[in-house]
């Protein structure tokens, strides 16, 4: 499909926001101090670039598209910096060597669960991040124990952020239209886990491993997730969860227990 003259990719899931009103509410929600530096990722063809370089310092932007960046560059301004390539293989730490930034994106729906894995591990990066996803992922980030929704990004996301909803916005916001609605949130670090994680990498093996199986029992899915029978057995005895519980059941102060449990039968 045409855009501006542009014919968009379907490879890089590319959908440009061209609503003014959700511009604005996420510039608002990214509440941009005149001496920050902002990162986009995926900017398209530039419209939220250009009204983050109103109110940023600097500006800069990961993108993949050769043909979008050839338009970036064109732009020709000292305060706006281009990081090509696949934002999945970016050395983040190399590249965003002045944190903390502040981080604002309408992320590719087709990799936006693996940018928040990225994200997560490079979350000393940034000093708040304002991040537009599926309707269906947003849901999911936000998502209580107990709920449909409820899963591995929900668990991560709520151990290290307070996160909240911003604006729903409708395929009518974008050129070309998706056939799915999108959401944005916000993102604001806490200033210390909201449980203690034991182990950070060590955590996360255990919340991925527990929604391995989603319909089977804690056990078989710890189990299925690398955990030998025996060490889960213990591990779940100390930590006080009934083995057949599942793992959407857990809250965070669960998986903290589980954790610990887990770590010291390494």
């Known amino acids: 499909m045409m855009t501006m003259d542009y014919r968009t990719k379907k490879k890089f899931g590319q959908h440009f926001l061209n609503d003014q009103y959700v511009i604005d509410r996420i510039?608002?929600?990214?509440?941009?101090?005149p001496a920050d530096t902002v990162v986009e990722i995926g900017p398209g063809l530039g419209v939220l670039t250009e009204r983050l370089l109103e109110?940023?310092?600097?500006?800069?932007?990961?993108?993949?598209?050769?043909?979008?960046?050839?338009?970036?560059?064109?732009?020709?301004?000292?305060?706006?910096?281009?990081?090509?390539?696949?934002?999945?293989?970016?050395?983040?730490?190399?590249?965003?060597?002045?944190p903390p930034y502040n981080l604002v994106a309408n992320l590719p729906y087709n990799i936006s669960t693996q940018v928040v894995f990225l994200l997560l591990a490079n979350r000393h990066l940034f000093s708040?991040?304002?991040?537009?996803?599926?309707?269906?992922?947003?849901?999911?980030?936000?998502?209580?124990?107990?709920?449909k929704d409820y899963g591995i990004l929900s668990v991560l996301c709520?151990?290290?952020?307070?996160?909240?909803?911003?604006?729903?916005?409708?395929?009518?916001?974008?050129?070309?239209?998706?056939?799915?609605?999108?959401?944005v949130l916000r993102?604001?670090?806490?200033?210390?886990?909201?449980?203690?994680?034991?182990d950070p990498a060590f955590f996360t093996k255990v919340v991925k491993a527990a929604f391995t199986q989603r319909r089977k029992q804690l056990r078989n899915s710890l189990m299925a997730g690398g955990f030998p029978r025996d060490h889960v057995d213990r591990g779940l005895s100390a930590a006080a969860i009934e083995p057949s519980r599942r793992g959407e059941s857990l809250d965070?102060?669960?998986?903290?227990?589980?954790?610990?449990?887990?770590?010291q039968l390494r």
Request: aromatic residues 6%.
């Open 187 to 198: 993102f604001t670090p806490l200033a210390a886990p909201r449980v203690d994680p034991v």
């Open 27 to 33: 510039i608002q929600a990214a509440d941009i101090d």
């Open 158 to 183: 709520q151990l290290w952020y307070d996160i909240e909803a911003v604006v729903d916005v409708g395929p009518e916001s974008f050129s070309p239209p998706p056939r799915v609605d999108s959401l």
């Open 252 to 263: 965070l102060t669960d998986f903290s227990r589980l954790t610990k449990a887990l770590h």
């Open 128 to 147: 708040s991040m304002v991040l537009m996803f599926q309707k269906e992922v947003g849901d999911r980030l936000c998502a209580a124990p107990g709920c």
């Open 55 to 98: 109110v940023a310092a600097r500006v800069e932007v990961f993108e993949i598209d050769r043909d979008l960046i050839a338009r970036l560059m064109q732009r020709n301004n000292p305060r706006l910096l281009i990081h090509s390539g696949d934002i999945l293989k970016a050395n983040l730490p190399a590249l965003l060597n002045s």
